[in-house]
């Protein structure tokens, strides 16, 4: 759990319950529950995540719990009422609203239980429209939609605090956007790395495999500076076939600049350029705050890079240096890792970080096949599952250091700095995986005799 952003990575909650005071102590729940209790925390830090986070709802500050109605009133009743007094005084207004976890209540009901909390000591009035402060009850039932208990297995009640950014995923849905690709990442995820990364006003961040630009779209969104590069001359300049359906051609203005126009952060555009990620353009300098990316895996994306396999090539005519497309060859993903994780040593700030896609063939995971550096100290390591057989890290790195000399060597000395080329056969592991999955689906075809 990343406290410094987002809350919740990747495994979206429902709401997030605070206790800011040592008599009421946080209920522990499951790894399962929609619910999160923190400590510790004050409501200026929670008010701050939740201006960022896109996985968590809303954020409460715990009064009290129960799995019972008649606990949940004991863990009430012990909650000091000085704490309580500043949001029920005379002259002010409230409401309650009840919220519920995988299951619906009809208004008669939520009135009831509303009504259930009248031991509370209110003196203030409802004001349904426009509270000053707002109290919570919420409940959870669980996480079967096919077995729901009829009463709550556990009750909160709280004062509401913050919403999240939630309604950021649906405003920069991808399918909704000016300019989309076969690849083009989840809003929601996009939003998620930014935060990973740090992202703040006047930030310059760089994406190395830029694709269509949705990284730089959200990254663009929290006010910092965005560029990348990318081998695809096509994907860059918006030219080619589209991506959408009943589409055959790009229009004239679907390019990268046109989906950060579209979001209003067009002023945040630097420029990208068509760039070959293994032959770096960039001088020798600290100059980006992030780097976030997500390199292709060979899947739906090749993943090639400049150069030929001929030991001696044909110098290139001038008169067709306009024109020329270079020959392209294998980019092994144990490459590309390398290749990125030495330019970021090289360009990041101290203290700028790193977050990348990492495929793994998950019988075969573990966290050595994570790449590291000596310039680079691993934050955090999220999965999210793609399918039985395969899935991919979210990994974040922090630059600690500048490189020196001898940290080119540092994989002779110490394996844990080695390219780890499992990471070559992910294609074939990946394909053959779906077709493992394809043979039983047919075997089960025939014993039913269908």
């Known amino acids: 759990m990343l406290i410094s952003h987002d809350l919740i990575v990747l495994g979206g909650k429902m709401c997030i319950v605070y206790s800011?005071?040592?008599?009421?102590?946080?209920?522990?729940?499951?790894?399962?529950?929609?619910?999160?209790?923190?400590?510790?925390?004050?409501?200026?830090?929670?008010?701050?995540?939740?201006?960022?986070?896109?996985?968590?709802?809303?954020?409460?500050?715990?009064?009290?719990?129960?799995?019972?109605?008649?606990?949940?009133?004991?863990s009430l009743s012990s909650y000091p009422s000085e704490n309580m007094?500043?949001?029920?005084?005379?002259?002010?207004?409230?409401?309650?609203?009840?919220?519920?976890?995988n299951k619906t209540l009809l208004f008669a009901d939520r009135i009831k239980k509303i009504d259930a909390l009248e031991f509370l000591p209110f003196e203030g009035s409802v004001s349904l429209k426009s509270p000053e402060h707002i109290f919570c009850l919420l409940?959870?039932?669980?996480?079967?939609?096919?077995?729901?208990?009829?009463?709550?297995?556990?009750?909160?009640?709280?004062r509401w605090i913050a919403d999240g950014q939630r309604e950021l995923i649906r405003s920069h849905s991808v399918k909704n956007r000016h300019f989309i690709g076969n690849t083009s990442m989840d809003a929601g995820l996009s939003f998620i790395m930014a935060n990973h990364a740090k992202v703040h006003e006047n930030h310059l961040v760089f994406d190395p495999f830029v694709g269509t630009?949705?990284?730089?779209?959200?990254?663009?969104?929290?006010?910092?500076?965005?560029?990348?590069?990318?081998?695809?001359?096509?994907?860059?300049?918006?030219?080619?076939?589209?991506?959408?359906?009943?589409?055959?051609?790009?229009?004239?203005?679907?390019?990268?600049?046109?989906?950060l126009r579209q979001y209003g952060t067009e002023r945040m555009y630097v420029d990208v350029m068509v760039s070959d990620a293994s032959k770096s353009v960039w001088r020798k300098a600290a100059l980006f705050d992030a780097i976030i990316t997500d390199p292709p895996y060979g899947i739906r994306e090749s993943t090639r890079r400049t150069g030929s396999h001929k030991d001696i090539t044909?110098?290139?005519?001038?008169?067709?240096?306009?024109?020329?497309v270079p020959v392209s060859q294998a980019y092994h993903l144990s490459d590309i890792f390398t290749d990125l994780l030495n330019f970021s040593a090289e360009h990041l700030v101290i203290g700028g970080r790193l977050v990348y896609w990492l495929p793994v063939y998950r019988p075969e995971y573990c966290d050595e096949v994570v790449p590291l550096h000596p310039c680079l100290?691993?934050?955090?390591?999220?999965?999210?599952?793609?399918?039985?057989?395969?899935?991919?890290?979210?990994?974040?790195?922090?630059k600690i250091k500048d490189p020196e000399e001898l940290d080119s060597l540092a994989h002779l000395?110490?394996?844990?700095?080695s390219p780890y080329q499992g990471h070559n056969a992910f294609r074939q592991k990946y394909f053959s995986g779906l077709n493992k999955k394809s043979s039983k689906e047919d075997i089960k075809v025939d014993i039913n005799g269908e």
């Open 377 to 398: 100290r691993l934050i955090s390591n999220c999965e999210q599952t793609l399918s039985s057989h395969t899935s991919r890290r979210l990994i974040t790195m922090e």
């Open 20 to 74: 800011s005071n040592p008599h009421t102590h946080s209920a522990s729940v499951s790894l399962q529950s929609p619910f999160v209790c923190l400590d510790g925390l004050s409501e200026e830090d929670v008010r701050w995540v939740m201006a960022r986070s896109v996985c968590a709802k809303s954020a409460f500050e715990l009064w009290g719990h129960g799995r019972t109605c008649a606990e949940l009133q004991t």
């Open 139 to 158: 409940e959870d039932y669980g996480t079967d939609p096919n077995n729901i208990p009829e009463h709550p297995d556990y009750m909160y009640f709280g």
């Open 413 to 417: 000395s110490d394996p844990r700095f």
């Open 213 to 259: 630009g949705s990284l730089l779209v959200a990254c663009s969104h929290f006010g910092a500076y965005v560029c990348g590069t990318d081998i695809d001359y096509n994907t860059i300049h918006g030219k080619g076939r589209s991506s959408r359906k009943n589409h055959m051609w790009r229009g004239p203005d679907e390019n990268i600049r046109a989906n």
């Open 85 to 101: 007094g500043p949001f029920m005084h005379k002259g002010s207004t409230y409401k309650i609203n009840v919220y519920t976890f």
């Open 314 to 324: 044909k110098p290139l005519d001038v008169m067709y240096v306009e024109s020329h």
